[in-house]
């Protein structure tokens, strides 16, 4: 059995408004990020994101990036288990309406061990709540990550 996972939100803001509140670190540390995102998601580059929740920076390494329709992404799996799993975000517009976005997170490469899963699980929760916030952000302006998990 292979892990890996899908999850989707439709977001009601153009493609490139929901691209950008991905994309440029100051945007995603308003809602997703708390404790902060460094460095624009350009291809080649490595970011740092931190969560307050989730203690200590990490790197994500931005492997490609088509400017308001895609990103993908590489980070560690698991903590000191050697691989890497791989994070694919799409942005395309609904319907042809360009007021509207589907954003699909897809993440793949997870180990089937024990850790391996319980680590897409986790993972997988939190990408869809990154969704949410996402909307919830874009939309009305609202953080759903604060105070959340303290």
Request: glycine content about 10%.
């Amino acid at each position: 059995m292979e892990l890996r996972y899908r999850v989707f939100a439709h977001i009601s803001k153009p493609p490139h408004e929901v691209f950008e509140a991905v994309a440029d670190p100051d945007k995603l540390s308003r809602y997703f990020t708390t404790g902060g995102a460094e460095g624009r998601i350009e291809p080649g580059a490595t970011v740092m994101w931190d969560f307050h929740d989730f203690p200590g920076a990490f790197p994500v390494q931005v492997i490609e990036v088509v400017p308001d329709e895609r990103i993908v992404l590489e980070w560690e799996g698991e903590p000191d288990a050697g691989y890497n799993v791989t994070v694919t975000m799409t942005f395309k517009p609904v319907d042809g309406d360009a007021g509207r976005t589907l954003v699909e997170i897809a993440e793949e490469g997870w180990r089937e061990t024990e850790s391996g899963l319980k680590g897409s699980y986790n993972n997988c929760m939190g990408w869809s709540q990154m969704l949410a916030a996402l909307k919830a952000w874009v939309e009305y302006g609202i953080n759903l990550r604060e105070g959340m998990y303290k």
